[in-house]
T-cell receptor
């Protein structure tokens, strides 16, 4: 079965430190990969996506993600965390065959001042 | 605001009643999705439309669920004979082609 795993329910980072939120997937073929963020009482917001090309993708709010095909991973990163980055982050994958998003369970990111 | 709009934002209903939710996508977007999200989980795909055609339904969608998108514009999701297990956040998203999906704020359904 196709799936997306976010192995950490919660990630705690001190403000100013780099952050990584992990995502691995099990999807056949060459999927499209996405990160979304969800703030309390707000809808899911698109951060970035990987379709093809350079394995390092840059997105909104200073976030970037690195695609690793051999490890089937798409980890989200930011060089210097802000308190305002605290939110729920979702990794999603869509097989090119049907373009339906398959979602991870989400990782709660807490940035402490 | 030209984003995806969902109404109502909250709905409390008694078990056994029917409910209907509405989604107004971004106007030029041809694809519209419905997802369901429960606490602590990522969204689960329910169904999607390309223009007015409903192209796929998840096996999660029982016969009590039906969705429409007349004229390829707004969409409605109806749940008949609601059950407590239907309590969740129902999310709508739209996109143009296969770019990125824009989500509404969702409709939170509570079945009591």
């Amino acid at each position: 079965a196709q799936s997306v795993a976010q192995p950490e329910d919660q990630v705690n980072v001190a403000e100013g430190n780099p952050l990584t939120v992990k995502c691995t997937y099990s999807v056949s073929g060459n999927p499209y990969l996405f990160w979304y963020v969800q703030y309390p009482n707000r809808g899911l917001q698109f951060l970035l996506k990987y379709i093809t090309g350079d394995n390092l993708v840059k997105g909104s709010y200073g976030f970037e993600a690195e695609f690793n095909k051999s490890q089937t991973s798409f980890h989200l990163k930011k060089p210097s965390a802000l308190v305002s980055d605290s939110a729920l982050y979702f990794c999603a994958v869509t097989p090119q065959s049907n373009y339906q998003l398959i979602w991870g369970a989400g990782t709660k990111l807490i940035i402490k001042p | 605001d030209t984003g995806v709009s969902q109404n109502p934002r909250h709905k409390i209903t008694k078990r056994g009643q029917n409910v209907t939710f509405r989604c107004d996508p971004i106007s030029e977007h041809n694809r519209l999705y419905w997802y369901r999200q429960t606490l602590g989980q990522g969204p689960e795909f329910l169904t999607y439309f390309q223009n007015e055609a409903q192209l796929e339904k998840s096996r999660l969608l029982s016969d009590r669920f039906s969705a429409e998108r007349p004229k390829g514009s707004f969409s409605t999701l109806e749940i008949q004979r609601t059950e407590q297990g239907d309590s969740a956040m129902y999310l709508c998203a739209s996109e143009q082609g296969y770019t990125e999906a824009f989500f509404g704020q969702g409709t939170r359904l509570t079945v009591v």
